[in-house]
C-alpha cells in the first residue's frame, strides 16, 4: 500500500470495500463511490445464492482508495480545477491580494508551513459571475451538478435491479421501495439551485473538493466543526482531524480554528479535504484585533473575507441578522445570546451604538462571495441556547432579517443557507421549519441540533440528534453535528467520531422518513445480512464497522462464531431469527399454509 508513509493521517480503506468512480455521461466526471462486496447465501437446499456488492455514499475522498498515495504536503488531487478553467470566465491571481495573506506569505518565520506548491488563487474575470446559481438561472447544467446527481443516485440501479430480481425468485418477499424509484436529474439539480432551495458550496480556489447538495429535495447531510483552540497542535494533526471527520460520513467540515497558525492551518485543510470547507471569519477578524470586539472594523473584516476566499472557503457563517434593535429582546433570557459570533457582534454594536458592520456591507459582502462562488450560511447569532428560550421573540426577529438578506443574495446570484437553532424541545420543532421556509423562501436550513432537552451534559449528541432526526424529517437539508463535549470542552477524536455517527443516523432516518429513492436499500441488505447470519457483511455494512466487530467479538471472539446462527444477546436457544428460519425451512410450509387458510375462514388466529 502506497498511502502508509503517511503514520499520522488515516488511510485504510473501509473492510471488503474499495472506491469505485462512476463516469458521468454529459462531462468527463469520476464520481466516488463506496463499493462493499458481501459474501453469498448459503441456502438451507445446501447451495448458495451470490450477493452482489452495494455502492455507498462516500465522503472520504481518495483516503480510503489504496490506488491513491497520499502527501499531505503536496494536497489531494484537484479534481475540479479543469472544469473551473474550461468555463473561461476565472483568472489566475500572480499574488494573495489580502493584506494580510501576502504578509504571511512572505513571512521568513513561517517558512516551514508553506506549501509544497504554490496555490495560485482564481477569481472571476471582471464582471463575471461564477456562482452555481448564477450558471443555474442560466439555465447552464455544469459538470458539479452532474456530480451530484450521479452522487445523490448511486443505488437507484441497485434497487430497480433488486426489486425486480426479488419479484422473480422471491414472490411475495417486499425488498426495497414498492413504489416506482425516482431518478435525480442533472436538470433537476439545476432547477433546484434556479430555485434558491439547494446549494452546491464549491469556492472556486477548493478544486480538490467533490460536489456535494445541499436542499431538502436531497440527502439529509451533515457537518462536523473541527478546530483547535488556544492550545495549539500540529498542523498534521489539524490535517487528520478533518480526514477523520470525513471518514465517518462528514459531508462539510467547518474549521473554527482560532489561535496563531491559523492561516496556515486553513490552507493545509483545504488542500487536503475532499469536502467544502465552511469557516466563521469573524473569529478571525477578532483574532486580527486580539480579541477586542469593539476595535472590528469594516475594513479588517472584508480583507478577512478576501484571505479565506482566496484560500477557498466554500461558504461563511455571516451573523448579519443580529441588529441593533433586537439585542435587548434577549435581556431576560435564561442563556442570554449563546452565539460566538452573535455576541462579538452584539459586543460591537452596543459599544458603537450602531448597526452592524455586516448588515449595512451585506451587498459588498455579495460582491466578493460571487466572485469566488461562496455561498452564505446566514448565521443564527440569536438562536436560543436553552429549552426556556426556545422559539422567543428574539429568535424569530432575527429569522425576519435572515429572510430579507437572503433576497438580497439571490439578487447577486450568490447562494444561501439558513443557520437555525439550538435547543428546542420537540413540540416546538416543526414551527421552526415551517417559520423558516416562510421567511426565507425556502432557501436551504442548517440547524445545530437541536438539542430537546438541557438536563444531559456528557450526553449532547444524542439530546441533539433526536431534534435533528426530527428537523430532518420535516425538511432540514443539513445537520450540524454536536459531540459528547458539548458544553463541556473541546471534543477530541472520538468525540468527533460519535458526533459524526451519530449524525448519520439522525440524517439517514430522516432520508427513510422522506422517502429520499434509494435510502433504503442499505437498510435491506444489512437486514438481510443479519438474517442469514453473515456476521461479516453485517458488520461491513455498519455506519461503523470497527464497533459493530469488536461488540460482537467482546463474547465470541472465535472465528466460528462469525457464521453462527446467534449472538450473545440471547444465545443458541433464544435467537428469534433462528426460530423464524426453523419455521419456515421445517415445520413451516405446511404450518404456514394451515394458518393462511385458517386467516381466510374468518377467524382470529395468534401467531
Ligand atoms: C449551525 C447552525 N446554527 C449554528 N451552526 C454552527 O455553529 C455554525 O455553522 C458554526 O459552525 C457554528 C457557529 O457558532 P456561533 O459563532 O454562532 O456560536
Ligand atoms: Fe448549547
Redesign the pocket.
Known amino acids: 500500500m502506497k498511502n502508509q508513509e503517511n503514520n499520522t493521517i488515516t488511510t485504510q480503506p473501509f473492510p471488503n470495500a474499495r472506491k469505485v468512480y462512476i463516469p458521468g455521461t454529459l462531462f468527463p466526471i469520476q464520481v466516488a463511490m463506496r463499493e462493499i462486496s458481501l459474501s453469498p447465501t448459503r441456502l438451507s437446499t445446501g447451495g448458495i445464492e451470490e450477493n452482489p456488492p452495494i455502492t455507498v455514499y462516500d465522503t472520504s475522498g481518495p483516503y480510503t482508495d489504496i490506488n491513491k498515495a497520499i502527501d499531505i504536503k503536496k494536497g489531494i488531487d484537484r479534481l475540479r480545477e479543469s472544469w473551473i478553467l474550461e468555463r473561461n470566465d476565472v483568472e489566475l491571481l500572480d499574488k494573495i491580494s489580502s493584506e494580510y495573506g501576502n504578509q504571511r506569505a512572505h513571512d521568513p518565520k513561517l517558512a516551514h508551513l508553506r506549501f509544497d506548491y504554490q496555490h495560485k488563487p482564481k477569481q472571476a474575470r471582471a464582471g463575471q459571475n461564477v456562482t452555481q446559481l448564477h450558471y443555474a438561472r442560466k439555465g447552464i447544467i455544469t459538470a458539479e451538478m452532474e456530480y451530484v446527481a450521479i452522487r445523490e443516485n448511486q443505488r437507484i440501479e441497485q434497487l430497480e435491479s433488486a426489486q425486480s430480481a426479488m419479484t422473480h425468485q422471491h414472490a411475495g418477499h417486499s425488498f426495497g421501495a414498492k413504489t416506482p424509484v425516482k431518478r435525480i436529474t442533472p436538470e433537476f439539480v439545476r432547477d433546484e439551485i434556479a430555485a434558491g432551495r439547494a446549494i452546491i458550496p464549491n469556492n472556486i480556489n477548493h478544486p480538490e473538493s467533490e460536489p456535494m447538495i445541499i436542499g431538502r429535495n436531497f440527502l439529509v447531510k451533515i457537518?462536523a466543526?473541527i478546530g483547535n483552540s488556544a492550545v495549539t497542535s500540529s498542523i498534521e494533526e489539524e490535517v487528520e482531524k478533518a480526514v477523520w471527520a470525513c471518514r465517518w460520513g462528514a459531508d462539510t467540515i467547518?474549521d473554527?480554528s482560532t489561535g496563531k497558525n491559523i492561516h496556515e492551518t486553513r490552507e493545509w485543510i483545504i488542500r487536503n479535504s475532499p469536502v467544502p470547507i465552511?469557516t466563521?471569519p469573524?473569529?478571525q477578524a477578532l483574532e486580527k484585533v486580539n480579541g477586542v470586539a469593539e476595535d472590528l472594523t469594516w475594513e479588517i473584516f472584508k480583507d478577512t473575507l478576501i484571505e479565506q476566499a482566496e484560500q477557498g472557503v466554500s461558504y461563511f457563517?455571516i451573523?448579519a441578522g443580529v441588529l441593533l434593535r433586537y439585542i435587548h429582546l434577549t435581556a431576560k433570557r435564561v442563556t442570554g445570546i449563546?452565539?460566538?459570533?452573535?455576541?462579538?457582534m452584539a459586543k460591537w454594536c452596543l459599544f458603537h451604538h450602531q448597526e452592524s458592520f455586516l448588515y449595512t456591507h451585506f451587498e459588498q459582502i455579495c460582491q466578493i462571495m460571487k466572485q469566488y462562488d461562496i455561498a452564505f450560511?446566514l448565521?443564527?447569532?440569536l438562536?436560543p441556547g436553552s429549552i426556556a428560550d426556545a422559539n422567543d421573540e428574539a429568535q424569530f426577529a432575527e429569522l425576519e432579517t435572515l429572510g430579507e438578506l437572503t433576497k438580497i443574495a439571490w439578487k447577486h446570484d450568490v447562494q444561501v443557507m439558513i443557520?437555525?437553532?439550538?435547543h428546542v424541545p420537540m413540540h416546538l420543532i416543526k414551527e421552526n421549519m415551517e417559520k423558516q421556509l416562510e421567511c426565507c423562501d425556502e432557501a436551504p436550513f442548517?440547524?445545530?441540533?437541536p438539542l430537546t432537552t438541557d438536563i444531559a451534559p456528557g450526553y449532547d449528541h444524542i439530546t441533539s440528534a433526536i431534534g435533528a432526526a426530527m428537523i430532518g424529517w420535516y425538511g432540514c437539508a443539513?445537520l450540524?453535528y454536536v459531540t459528547p463535549k458539548e458544553h463541556l470542552g473541546l471534543p477530541n477524536k472520538k468525540d468527533v467520531k460519535d458526533g459524526v455517527i451519530t449524525y448519520k443516523i439522525a440524517a439517514h432516518a430522516a432520508d427513510l422518513a422522506k422517502g429520499h429513492p434509494g435510502a433504503q436499500y442499505r437498510d435491506n441488505v444489512l437486514s438481510k445480512a443479519r438474517f442469514e447470519f453473515r456476521w461479516e457483511d453485517q458488520f461491513n455494512l455498519a455506519l461503523d464497522p470497527e464497533t459493530a466487530r469488536e461488540y460482537h467479538d467482546e463474547t465470541l471472539p472465535a472465528d466460528g462464531a462469525k457464521v453462527a446462527h446467534f449472538c450473545s444477546m440471547c444465545g443458541p436457544k433464544f435467537c428469534s431469527m433462528k426460530i423464524t428460519q426453523e419455521i419456515r425451512e421445517s415445520v413451516a410450509d405446511g404450518m404456514l399454509q394451515k394458518s393462511a387458510e385458517f386467516m381466510e375462514s374468518g377467524k382470529e388466529i395468534y401467531l
Open positions: 457537518n466543526n467547518m473554527l465552511g466563521v469573524i473569529y457563517t451573523h449563546v452565539s460566538r459570533g452573535g455576541s462579538i450560511s448565521g443564527d447569532g438562536r443557520e437555525g437553532p439550538g442548517y440547524t445545530l441540533g443539513m450540524c
